[in-house]
């Protein structure tokens, strides 16, 4: 049993989010789930016009927030770009007020061996994951400091693995694997360095594979054996409404439901009264 269980749950009314990755998926999930507290959701993405292979734009996931009860900040950003991460929380700010709440999703994908992953591939792994996850981080602790202040219950939740130096975790896919641990290593890290300033700093991650827009494109992949994003989102909205003071956790999404009293996870399931899901990576 996790120590979440233990923690008076706060609402997110009012609590401004600052979501990557959240024009779709498990972001836009979180989002809409926040969304229903009345919450400010700012949305950093990079999809600005309509693909029919990929659904969802900035635009359309404010719209489904602002249907779903909050209030939204579409902006378009790369965060692997500085500048464009440093004027998108100074944005935040401006409309908002400050950020509470930061959520690294955005994530880039490549379950391929060293051959098969070029450099520009591994730079862009690792550069949306680690990199972005490090550099949204730092672009938004002067805002969560201000928030731990003002006793707003400021916290980081990443989504990211535990970490497990296991050589099977890695030899399919050591790119993949290292972008990934990277933000894991961000979340381990940053905990600690955080704890001082009253920040909570957590990953959570799914033991089942999550029926996404990403998983759709990996060959092999059957969706009617995974689960909906809103699993994600609604442990994320049970760790996000618990105290900061649980930190430098590593988060299993049924895990975390089942210690808020959720054990039927049908209602989740792609295909109703499946029982055989495709499992995630890096849950042993």
Known sequence: ????????????????????????????????????????????????????????????????????????????????????????VAKAVEVFGGIDILVNNASAISLTNTEATPMKRFDLMNGVNARGTYLCTLACLPELKKSAQAGRNPQVLTMSPPLSMQTHWFAPHTAYTMAKYGMSMCTLGHAGEFKKYGIGVNSLWPRTAIATAAMQMIPGVDLALCRKPEIMADAAYCVLTSSNANTGNFYIDDAVLADHGVTDLDCYAVTPGNTNFLPDFFVD
């Open 1 to 88: 049993m996790s120590d979440l269980n233990q923690a008076n749950p706060v609402s997110l009314q009012g609590k401004t989010l600052f979501i990557t990755g959240a024009s779709r998926g498990i972001g836009l999930a979180i989002a809409k789930r926040a969304a229903l507290d009345g919450a400010n959701i700012v949305i950093v993405a990079k999809t600005t016009e309509a693909n029919p292979k990929l659904p969802g734009t900035i635009y359309s996931a404010a719209a489904e927030v602002e249907a779903a009860g909050g209030r939204a900040l579409a902006l378009s950003v790369d965060i692997r770009d500085e500048e464009a991460v440093m004027a998108a």
